[in-house]
């Protein structure tokens, strides 16, 4: 096959397989299900197949830059917040999720040294894993991959842009109902299609008329297992993002769903199948109730900006060539990542004042 024609190829066989799960399911499909399909399908989902996902330019051919490829002072200031509730929970193992091309792997091990004795990573594609093992292979047998959490964890978890890659369920407000939106298959394509259902945001509104939004079940569920498993450590995960009284303010009438491909942003999940991802904004509240539900303590929520100046990310920049302020300073900026990216930590069978929430913390917008 030509290289020019994989991506078109990809993208049919996706397409391919999407028919054969509508008519299984009688021809229509909730939208977190045709999500979960574009993304992780085996060998064909953006995130399963071989594509390259992360760079700082389209050039490289790359759709994004996520924070551990922009600087390594992302992983330097994250380890710092990491090494104190490693000590606070008397632990020594550090769990990932989607772990993406490796390099936060790699900078935090680099940064924590021996004090991470073994670092496991649970990532659904098998394409991103195999280029994490051959990144990590100078590790040898602390880096370890797992497909399911142990009865019961003890550690510290982190995740960075994991929770908004998690399917969402879309809602639909006629001004009179709610609405789930579904894909059915239409012509050579697939269209939106409505259903009715008992589905409801988590806030009351006010809402206008026309208003597609988010609802993060996946998400929030993931939080809930992760609290169950987890016995005594803690967990920290970096999004963007808002609280709930953001996230269903009534001007966000079209939701935060968006596509990326080559740099560019869209918002048509419905072409392109397997070569964009597919994203939605973290609902925090959300997060953090399920988190609480569950048995798990908020030790904070912050900015991205905020979290990092208060694990030291301005001691860390001094001496720094031009390049690499430049770039760190993309991850604190509001204009950057600096605001639009949160933060929040959460603890179980063991208490602290986490650094990274000394100051700024917004758990009382949550």
Not at 140 to 151: E, I
Not at 272 to 280: E, P, R
Request: aromatic letters at 10%.
């Amino acid at each position: 096959m030509h290289k020019d024609d994989e991506p078109d190829s990809v993208s049919a066989a996706l397409a391919a397989q999407l028919r054969t799960a509508l008519s299984a399911a009688g021809g229509w499909l909730p939208f977190d299900r045709f999500m979960a399909l574009v993304l992780y399908t085996p060998g064909l989902g953006y995130y399963a197949n071989g594509s390259r996902k992360f760079g700082w330019m389209p050039s490289s051919g790359s759709d994004f830059v996520t924070a551990p490829e922009l600087s390594p002072l992302f992983a330097r200031a994250l380890a710092r917040q990491v090494a104190q509730a490693l000590e606070a929970s008397g632990t020594d193992e550090l769990w990932e999720f989607g772990a993406g091309s490796g390099a936060l792997a790699e900078q935090l091990l680099q940064a924590l040294g021996d004090r991470v004795r073994r670092y496991t990573i649970v990532d659904l594609s098998g394409a991103l894993r195999q280029r994490q093992q051959e990144r990590l292979a100078a590790f040898g047998q602390r880096v370890q991959w797992a497909d399911t959490l142990p009865t019961a964890l003890r550690g510290v978890v982190v995740g960075n842009e994991v929770l908004d890659a998690m399917p969402v369920t879309l809602l639909h407000w006629t001004g009179e109902h709610w609405l789930e939106r579904g894909v059915v298959a239409q012509g050579d394509g697939f269209a939106w299609s409505d259903r009715s259902t008992a589905l409801r945001p988590p806030v009351d509104g006010p809402f206008l008329p026309g208003t597609v939004t988010e609802v993060h079940r996946q998400a929030e569920a993931f939080i809930t297992t992760l609290a169950e498993h987890l016995q005594q450590g803690a967990a920290f995960f970096m999004d963007y993002g808002f609280p709930e009284d953001e996230y269903y303010h009534p001007q966000r009438t079209g939701g935060t769903l968006m596509c990326h491909r080559a740099h560019q942003a869209d918002t048509d999940p419905l072409v392109d199948l397997g070569l964009k991802d597919i994203t939605a904004h973290v609902n925090f509240t959300g997060i953090a109730l399920a988190g609480q539900a569950a048995g798990l303590d908020v030790l904070g929520y912050t900015s991205q900006g905020r979290f990092l100046i208060n694990c030291g990310l301005a001691e860390l920049l001094q001496g720094a060539d031009v390049r690499t302020a430049s770039a760190a300073h993309k991850l604190i900026a509001e204009h950057e990542m600096g605001e639009l990216f949160k933060v929040i930590g959460f603890a179980k069978g063991c208490r602290f004042d986490a650094i990274g929430f000394a100051a700024g913390d917004r758990s009382h917008r949550l």
